[in-house]
């Protein structure tokens, strides 16, 4: 393993790779600096421009634009009280107090250093426990692999809000529109409908676009911009102080091992974790009273615990091909469309390329430190870009990308109807991740499911017979058992 | 921070039935159409394991399952409060812009369909400084030229008129 850390770091540690991560910081710091903007829709909306480049320039890119823009997220929930990405939520509730009582400078220290200090961690983490785990998922067959993607979209659909209904459709709609295409056995086509270019299925990257990019543009449309005034941080009090800090460390430290436990596991992702981590502060704080009030510790929780998420996130898609969020399933298309195949079998057959990933996400986090330290008086402005400029140059954008991953004038067709969709799916409160992650995993979890089912004869009780398997059925049943029976229990729920 | 404008009033439960519905017909197609596509003679042949039909049905079975729990949240009462707004005002005018633009493509090009689009979308976005306008309507196809064509060297699609 360090041995091939070792040679990561020789792959990277190069002139345009560099440039390339530098750049992904920077893009991902003004996507999270700008509310409306989410890392899902940044790297949805970038991913096409990264298959003409190198694997060692393209991607790099994208993992520092991820880790950026969930930092960044921060900037505007300091101080304009309103989150950049939806990862920063829980930083509101005590850093925009802090800027309103004169710390913004604190603050947004803290913020910066609890990031770099839980993704490093989680990097850490990442590296150590991803070669173990496709070392055992070697040894899983079609049964487990099964149980595996089950798992994912229980745990999605079931983090999906109350409306358990409305998430479960969704994951139907995704499960049959993966299924869209030839079929990978027999070659019979289905639900093409003589479609040529269905033939291939649906593709991912221009749904993401219009899902989570172009809808985005649209709720904003409706939206009545009221920005509070921006605060300042030249005027706004001394930075923040090695005793704080100090103090401050063993939130981060818990935080962080919050955050990478919900990372790895598939379908949830940073914006659970900083709520968890949030909450976990709070309740282990010497001075609970002063969460929201002003609490540095409650901006080193939440910031350490969403930033840890990141690369944790990365271990099940790595490793299982699972994505560990909305923004890992963005990111399977584009390892895949660099020829790089998550699963356990990447690990045995790219591991200096995969490691040199990994050497790039603490490079990155070195590089975010210093850009963030000389950039907390600038970035705070990206924040006053106006949106009658800011959304249509986004909608440009998505638009000329969808069509860069085909050369395909369909692909913008789709993704327009995927935002109208996306958007009228954001009205009734239906959600949109089980959607995208079954439409993912349902080539490998039929492909898994069939050969299962070929194996035993067609009996299911295989699922059963292999330990892991069993061991992954139980897991779900409980998941979907305490679900369905919170569901049962709840009040209708609200709008 | 954001707040939504007025719009359309849409009740739960008229959003619950409609996802019910739409549910149910999306499984119920599903199973109609996929045996003639796969040449099965039925559904009981098209759910054979070994078969290209199997998953979809089950995909489809799933469907019909979730559109009729959104079909049973559809007759709990609705929650106090204020009913759910689908904000269509502006929303609408940008669903349009990016209507025409893809029926567009083809007849103005890429990058003169993107430039009027988002000239377009900056007016709905409430710009109205002309220069402004003008600024983003050469600007920004200027620079997808100059990021897609010039550095990606990806042909964007051309029309009749440029």
Redesign the interface.
Known sequence: MLELLAQGFGLILNGPSLTAIVLGLLTGIVVGAL?GLSATMAVALVSP?TF?MPPTIGIPFLLGLFKAAIYAGSIPAITI??PGTAASAATTLDGHELARQGHARKALEMSLFASIAGDLMGTAVLIVLAAWLASVALRFGPPEFVMLYLLAMVTITSVSGR????A??S???G??IG?IGL?P??G?????FGSVDLLGGVTLIPVLIGLFA?SE??????????R?TTIVVEGNGPGLSRGELRQAAPTIVRSTGIGVAVGILPGIGAEIATWLAYGAARRRSREPERFGRGSLEGVAASESGNNAAVPACLIPMTVFGIPGDTVTAVLIGAFIAQGLVPGPLLFQNNGPLLYSLFASLIVGNLLLLIIGYMGIRVFQRITTV????L???V???C??GS??VN?S?GD??LT?IA??AG?LMR????PAAPLVIAMLV?PG??NA??QS??LSG?SPAIFLSRPISAGLLLLIVIGAGLFLWRQLRA????? | MNTPERGLTVRPAVANAALGLLGLGVGGFVLAVLPGQIGAPGIAQAIDPSGPGFFPVLAALLSIGAGLWCLLDALRPDPKGAPERLALRRSAWVMALLAVCGLGLHVAGMLLALGATTAGLAVVFGERRPAVLLALGILTPLGIHLLFERSLKILLPGGWVF
Do not use: C
């Not at chain 1, 009205?427 to 239906?430: E, S």
């Open positions: 509310p421009f003409f009280n309103t409306h358990a209904g409305k479960l459709l994951t139907a709609i499960l049959l299924s079929d056995m027999s019979a086509q289905r639900l093409t172009l543009v649209l709720v904003q449309s409706e939206a009545a911009w009221r509070q106006p949106a009658s400029v959304y249509p140059v909608v440009a954008l638009l000329t069509y860069a050369s004038v913008v067709g327009i935002g109208v958007y009205a009734v409160h239906m349902a979890l039929e499911l069939r089912l070929v067609g009040p209708s729920p609200t709008t």
